[in-house]
């Protein structure tokens, strides 16, 4: 079961858990005084989740330090709950091995993760954020790994492994510093596979990644990745899940890359190798503030990894768009077919195409790759930090006549598709309004 404390004030309320990159450890803490509008009872979770649980949304729920759902263990999300992680205990929500997470929100009641400061005062890496521990395959010796900041083991043989679902979640102003340079990810996926279902996605000003795969077979639909000060989308570790309608804008003042992609940084050749198929897919830069990150590219995708990347838009980074590493690890699953990048446009960026991508548009190898071509994508509103639109006025507006999409799988995941890019071009529905939002602080 969980330790639940009620409070409807400032008032100290038992001890907390503090994590820390090496231990957890107990503290007396007391709750946050700054929960928006102390207009319901807030209940501090500590410690952890033992049973089945629900949380209504006639609360808000306070994280005090590390919460694990333990194995065997469910928590329900109700639409329309706030959760929120508290600085002080470094508030952080842990699915175990076995433990399932079920937060599942609609788009006139999202569920929300957010900090506990107030507002205009909150910040990139103000608490933790969402950590979902499987047993789906991991390429690491042993097949197992320990989860950074002491969140759990993951790694497993299963890849149908059920950790839980996520339907229309916001999960804002995480990703705390646990020791220098290393940072929580807004939601990270640890060998999670394909038996849940993640939909309807947001991370949002992560101190770090918005959202990783650290391998696992997991799944995700209509997800936005926004102003991250790390990357938006990585995976490592042998992820081979599959991902469609995805929306990144990247935050200039300290952003790395779009989308940074590995196989295994220790060995590039490890099995299973890291090979998501990814259709419909957006990434817009900052062209006017990459200067602060190390990487301003849409893309790097290297040591030893395969994608299938379909169907993308990309524009607005000052540097250039998708780098593909050249060690041979990498560039050998261009040449055997293994990795597939087709039907995209990359558009108002200095080097559009980089020369690493060239050769294999030139050889036929990546179809229908364009550079320099409008897509009918603004780079001036899909980087407005306070409400990014992803939406073309139109597919036909691509110079040089439409650019047909390439239909994915028909395999039950899947959607066919009659456009390029995240979002359908209007008045069709834009599936990132109404549940989704943007704060800068």
């Known amino acids: 079961m969980t330790t639940l404390s009620r409070v409807s004030s400032g008032i100290a309320v038992g001890a907390a858990l503090v994590l820390t990159h090496s231990a957890i450890v107990r503290t007396d803490q007391a709750p946050p005084r700054t929960v928006p509008g102390i207009d319901r009872p807030v209940v501090v979770v500590t410690g952890e989740i033992t049973g089945t649980e629900q949380w209504t949304n006639n609360?808000?729920?306070?994280?005090?330090?590390?919460?694990?759902?333990?194995?065997?263990?469910?928590?329900?999300?109700?639409?329309?709950?706030?959760?929120?992680?508290?600085?002080?205990?470094?508030?952080?929500?842990?699915?175990?091995?076995?433990?399932?997470?079920?937060?599942?929100?609609?788009?006139?009641q999202p569920i929300v993760f957010t900090s506990d400061q107030p507002v205009g005062s909150r910040s990139r890496g103000d608490w933790g954020g969402i950590?979902?521990?499987?047993?789906?395959?991991?390429?690491?010796?042993?097949?197992?790994?320990?989860?950074?900041?002491?969140t759990g083991v993951y790694g497993g043989t299963d890849p149908n492994d059920n950790s839980g679902s996520m339907r229309y979640v916001r999960v804002e102003f995480s990703g705390v510093e646990f020791s220098p340079d290393n940072e929580l990810n807004g939601i990270a996926f640890q060998a999670v596979g394909r038996g849940g279902s993640y939909d309807y996605i947001q991370a949002h000003m992560s101190r770090d990644d918005?959202?990783?795969?650290?391998?696992?077979?997991?799944?995700?639909?209509?997800?936005?990745?926004?102003?991250?000060?790390?990357?938006?989308?990585d995976w490592t570790f042998g992820w081979t899940g599959r991902a469609q309608f995805l929306a990144i804008t990247q935050r200039g003042d300290d952003a790395d890359n779009g989308i940074e992609a590995d196989n295994n940084e220790f060995n590039n050749n490890f099995l299973p190798r890291s090979n998501p198929q990814i259709y419909n897919i957006t990434v817009c830069g900052d062209p006017d503030r990459n200067e602060g990150g190390e990487s301003p590219r849409a893309a790097n995708l290297r040591r030893g990894t395969a994608f299938t990347i379909r169907n993308f838009l990309v524009t607005g980074f000052k540097t250039t768009s998708m780098q593909?590493?050249?060690?041979?690890?990498?560039?050998?699953?261009?040449t055997n077919g293994t990795?597939?990048?087709?039907?995209?446009?990359m558009w108002n960026m200095p080097t559009a195409i980089h020369a690493s991508v060239t050769p294999h548009v030139t050889s036929g190898r990546f179809p229908n790759v364009?550079?320099?071509?409008?897509?009918?994508?603004?780079?001036?509103?899909?980087?407005?930090?306070?409400?990014?639109?992803?939406?073309?006025?139109?597919?036909?507006?691509?110079a040089g006549g439409q650019l047909?999409?390439?239909?994915?799988?028909?395999?039950?995941?899947?959607?066919?598709?009659?456009?390029?890019?995240?979002?359908?071009?209007?008045?069709?529905?834009?599936?990132?309004?109404?549940?989704?939002?943007?704060?800068q602080r």
């Open 370 to 398: 364009r550079g320099g071509v409008d897509p009918g994508v603004s780079t001036t509103a899909c980087s407005n930090h306070d409400a990014p639109n992803f939406q073309p006025g139109s597919v036909a507006t691509l």
């Open 324 to 334: 593909i590493e050249a060690s041979t690890a990498t560039t050998d699953q261009i």
């Open 210 to 233: 918005a959202i990783e795969f650290f391998g696992g077979t997991a799944d995700i639909k209509h997800a936005i990745m926004s102003n991250a000060a790390d990357d938006s989308l």
């Open 59 to 108: 609360n808000y729920y306070v994280l005090r330090g590390a919460v694990f759902i333990r194995q065997g263990a469910t928590l329900d999300i109700q639409a329309g709950t706030r959760i929120i992680g508290e600085a002080g205990s470094v508030g952080t929500l842990i699915v175990e091995r076995g433990g399932r997470l079920n937060a599942i929100g609609t788009r006139e």
């Open 131 to 150: 950590i979902v521990n499987g047993r789906a395959p991991i390429n690491v010796p042993g097949g197992e790994a320990a989860g950074e900041g002491d």
């Open 404 to 439: 047909a999409p390439i239909q994915p799988p028909n395999d039950g995941f899947f959607e066919p598709v009659t456009f390029i890019g995240a979002v359908p071009p209007a008045p069709q529905d834009d599936w990132t309004r109404g549940w989704s939002a943007y704060p």
């Open 339 to 345: 990795t597939q990048l087709g039907a995209g446009v």
